[in-house]
């Protein structure tokens, strides 16, 4: 089997990677369709799948990427494609591998990403995935891999409804300008982020928003377990502090 999903990349590649492949829209159509001719009846993520991993196994160590891909503008938009990333690690338990081969997944992280911030192909949010791996900048929070969220959602704060919120304790994360601005815990959530919205505690978050005002600013808000302690809902925190680099966090773990 993978020998034949090899053969079908050497046919379609145009000498472009594997990576580029799947993610790249047009030419993982191109891929799919050839691997349904040649005989592969597999669905369509395990395909993608069985191409990177042939790649990981050195199965392509014959194969010369000829063609680069990267975009000149790629930190305008890099910011929307980890958040959009690591909603859905955290929401759905998944990779970024999981994510780029599944179309179902990769359709939602398409549409995240450009809510986020609009303007740019499918194609370069997915890129600019890929080259956050590369670079390690997408490391796991192991911690929260531990204490798995019961409750993940992501949304701009213009839609945000108060009295919808959860009282239950959890972690939240606003965004905006391109940027993590504050990361918090709270046993209660609702109040806690009542609170934020109408004058934060966090001086240089409020006046951050009295400047900006909430028209651009997103909250992702991750309910946690009743069984989880004020002790480790810290740790939590503090684990998302160091992975993503809020601005306004007064204290930053060394």
């Given amino acids: 089997m993978d020998s034949k999903i090899v ?3 050497l046919s379609v590649s145009q ?12 030419l993982n159509a ?5 691997c349904n001719r040649a005989g592969l009846a597999l669905a369509k993520n395990a395909l993608n799948k069985g191409l990177l991993n042939a790649r990981k ?21 890099l910011f929307a494609a980890e958040i959009a990333v690591r909603f859905l690690e955290k929401r759905d338990d ?12 990769v359709k939602e992280f398409d549409k995240l990403a450009s809510s986020l911030c609009p ?28 204490v798995r969220p019961v ?5 701009p704060v213009s839609e945000l409804v108060l009295s919808a919120l959860p009282r239950t304790q959890g972690l939240y994360i606003f965004y905006g300008g391109g940027a993590t601005l504050y990361v918090g815990e709270a046993g209660n959530l609702r109040l806690r982020l009542e609170k934020h919205l109408d004058h934060s505690d966090s001086k240089a978050l409020a006046r951050w928003f009295w400047e900006h005002g909430f028209s651009d600013v ?10 989880t302690t004020g002790k480790v809902r810290k740790a939590l925190e503090s684990e998302l502090i160091t992975s993503r680099h809020p601005l306004f966090n007064v204290q930053r773990p060394k």
């Fill in 7 to 9: 053969e079908v990349f």
């Fill in 15 to 26: 000498g472009y990677s594997p990576d580029r492949i799947v993610a790249d829209p047009r």
């Fill in 30 to 34: 191109n891929f799919l369709s050839e």
């Fill in 57 to 77: 196994a050195g199965h392509l160590k014959g194969h010369k990427t000829s063609k680069r891909t990267s975009f000149k503008n790629e930190d305008d938009y």
């Fill in 94 to 105: 998944v990779t970024l591998d999981d994510i780029i081969c599944d179309p179902d997944q």
């Fill in 119 to 146: 303007g740019y192909s499918l194609l370069q949010y997915r890129w600019a995935a890929l080259n956050l791996r590369k670079s390690s900048k997408l490391k796991p929070e192991l911690l929260s891999h531990v």
């Fill in 151 to 155: 409750g993940v959602r992501l949304g």
């Fill in 218 to 227: 997103n909250l992702e808000i991750q309910e946690l377990p009743e069984t």
